[in-house]
């Protein structure tokens, strides 16, 4: 069975900072690109940040781009969500979510995904 399991999620001042990690396992993980999206109450879900199989190539949205950070260590299965400088606006449900295909910050390019975890930002 195919699992992955956010965590870190919270709630921080705006400014704060904030590490997501994504727990991976059933899966072959140093073969999957793996991403985080987010999605806000009454928006649709968007591409945060991703990141290639060998970690060679990563993308971020552009509004988060200087302030988030993705990684991953294929040693433990996981990848992670560095959030720095975080903005009201960067509030939501995030979910990381695993595909065999080429990186990309398409949802519907994934094949698993995680239940989520909140994050919220407060002034």
């Known amino acids: 069975e195919v699992q992955l399991v956010e965590s870190g999620g919270g709630l921080v001042q705006r400014g704060g900072s904030l590490r997501l990690s994504c727990a991976a396992s059933?899966?072959?993980?140093?073969?999957?690109?793996i991403g985080w999206f987010r999605q806000a109450p009454g928006k649709e879900r968007e591409g945060v940040a991703c990141?290639?199989?060998?970690?060679?190539?990563?993308e971020y949205l552009e509004s988060v781009k200087g302030r988030f950070s993705i990684s991953r260590d294929n040693g433990k299965n996981t990848v992670y969500l560095q959030m720095d400088s975080l903005r009201l606006e960067d509030t939501a449900v995030y979910y990381c979510?695993?595909?065999?295909?080429?990186?990309?910050?398409?949802?519907?390019?994934?094949?698993?995904w995680g239940q989520g975890t909140q994050v919220t930002v407060s002034s």
């Open positions: 990141i290639s199989p060998g970690q060679g190539t990563s």
């Open positions: 059933g899966i072959s993980f140093k073969t999957y690109a």
């Open positions: 979510a695993a595909t065999s295909r080429a990186v990309t910050s398409i949802p519907e390019s994934y094949d698993y």
